[in-house]
């Protein structure tokens, strides 16, 4: 049994003039949502045995911000996550060494819902609709897969156990009101 869970970074500042989208820090929000969604992360009892994650700097303050409610997470950088399809995704989950049981990817829109809808089967009524309808910032996915191999993982292979939105854990990081 393979454990993989998808954390999309926090909401990010776009009011922050940056020149390059890959350097985009998070707003006053993200780094709230982040620090929740680390805390509730602590709270579930969750670990993991791999941490892969986008470089970005949106990536890496929300991984120090769910570090503040969960701990350290040693993640390894890989530039391949940066706004990676889900195809990318998949290749990156399926070279982890079997020995891993549980693997935490951390990245991007739209690839990390993509996988979801890719790996998890589309029956009516059921988790995967909510991610269908918005996978938000600082959001986690859990999957689970009956495979002794991460290269065993295939479209269609997974269950989804989990899907928490930082309005899940905290109503005050809901959506903002237009």
Sequence with gaps: MKTLTLLRHAKSGWDDPVARDFDRPLNPKGRRAAAAMGKHLRELGLTFDRVIASPAVRVRETLDDVATGFGPLSPEWDKRLYLASAASLLD??????????????????????????????????????????????????????????????????????????????DATLGPDEG
């Design 92 to 169: 990156v989950v399926r070279e982890t060494p079997a020995e891993a049981a549980s693997l935490l990817l951390v990245g991007h829109n739209p690839g990390l819902e993509d996988l979801v809808l890719m790996l998890v089967p589309d029956e009516r009524g059921g988790l995967r609709d909510t991610v269908e309808e918005k996978y938000p910032t600082a959001t986690l996915a859990e999957m689970t897969f009956a495979v002794d191999d991460w290269a065993d993982v295939a479209a269609g292979g997974a269950t989804l156990t989990r899907f928490v939105r930082p309005r899940d854990v």
